[in-house]
């Protein structure tokens, strides 16, 4: 796509400044550059000076289109609330049917406002979201947040949390107010670490206190906002928790399909040389979540890159070890694989644990079944 010259230069200009992580001076600029699109650009104007009103620095602490600042915490003078908008989602996240249906009301809901309120019903108030790490948990929030169009605002625990569990109770306290006050997602992530079961014996009466209060938050919670909770310990919450919110979606390890959906889109064309490894590696990958899926395809990309080899040179530098405890068919269908790339005979034994009179069988048994069809 061809850009104006000037529109080039504001490019160019912002991401030297962003890059350089002088949030000020990106300020600045903009406002210039504001002022000088006005004649020639007001749309683009417009829309940026709407999402300078929005943009937060040290100066000037983040507020939303509703003017409310988001709070901080009173020694630290650090923000309690991660604030995204739009947020930063990239792609969709990988879901079964039944959990992109019920994420989707959510939304779908907002949209039918007045039809709900002559059933008398409301729409989804608050979500509680279950299931191991890596399992699409924030993602899901964040798609949620972006199929609302409103911004998604997460707890920091790291300053929330508190030696003095007082100041914990008030600092938690303060990020509900502030998502309550504007059309927003809040997200409270590990919820397990605030909302415990109250017959631990190894909490104490404040923290106890702390989860009567988000039991009657959740209860109140308007429905101008979207309260949502993930934990990857439900069996750690109060049991009293569960029944308060008005949807509870349980995230497991993805699927096959999921899988392979998955992979096929973290690669891209240049990984020619791995799709034909993916049917492979959904199956021994199996019980792995989106997050270590995703982090082992990246590694394998940076290795190929910085060691200049290929893309299945640096994957069996990776999961070379992890193939030798395989099953003999999986062990067999990576030979078949690497014979395909080049390997030796004597290598492949070496990576599969297969001799190679096995290895050799076994393409004569493929060539004599080819020639016969």
Do not use: C
């Amino acid at each position: 796509m061809d850009l104006p010259a000037s529109i080039s230069n504001y490019l160019v200009q912002f991401a030297r400044l962003g890059l350089a992580g002088r949030a000020q001076d990106v300020q600045a600029y903009l406002r210039q550059s504001i002022v000088k699109l006005r004649k020639t650009n007001p749309e683009l104007s417009a829309e940026l000076s709407q999402l300078l009103a929005r943009a937060p620095s040290i100066q000037s602490p983040l507020r939303d289109v509703g003017g409310a600042m988001v709070p901080i915490d009173a020694d630290s003078r650090l923000a309690l609330a991660k604030h995204e908008f739009p947020g930063e989602l990239g792609t969709e996240p990988i879901l079964p049917s039944d959990l992109r249906t019920r994420i989707k009301q959510v939304a779908s809901e907002r949209l039918h406002l007045k039809a709900l309120e002559e059933q008398g019903l409301g729409p989804t108030r608050s979500l509680l979201l279950v299931g191991p790490p890596g399992v699409g948990k924030t993602m899901s929030a964040r798609w949620i947040a972006s199929l609302l169009n409103r911004p998604l605002i997460t707890l920091d625990l790291a300053t929330v949390m508190s030696s003095y569990l007082g100041k914990t109770g008030s600092n938690i306290r303060s990020v509900l107010e502030y998502a309550k006050s504007v059309e927003s997602v809040l997200l409270l992530d590990e919820f397990d670490s605030i909302a415990k079961r109250r017959d631990d014996d190894t909490d104490i009466g404040e923290l106890k206190r702390l989860v009567n209060v988000l039991l009657q938050e959740v209860d109140d919670w308007p429905s101008t906002s979207l309260l949502i909770a993930a934990t990857n310990h439900g069996d750690l919450l109060d049991p009293a928790i569960w029944r308060r919110f008005d949807d509870v979606l349980q995230f497991s390890a993805p699927s096959a399909d999921e899988r392979e959906a998955s992979l096929r889109a973290l690669f891209d064309d240049s990984d020619k040389g791995l799709i034909s490894w993916i049917p492979l590696l959904v199956r021994i990958w199996e019980g792995r979540s989106f997050s270590d899926i995703t982090r082992t395809v990246n590694w394998v990309k940076r290795r190929a890159t910085i060691s200049e080899s290929s893309t299945v040179d640096a994957l069996i530098d990776r999961i070379g070890v992890e193939l030798r405890t395989q099953s003999a068919p999986e062990r067999k269908s990576a030979a078949k694989l690497l014979e395909q790339a080049g390997y030796s005979d004597r290598r492949i034994s070496e990576i599969v644990g297969i001799s190679r009179d096995t290895i050799r069988k076994a393409r004569a048994h493929g060539a004599n079944s080819a020639a016969v069809g």
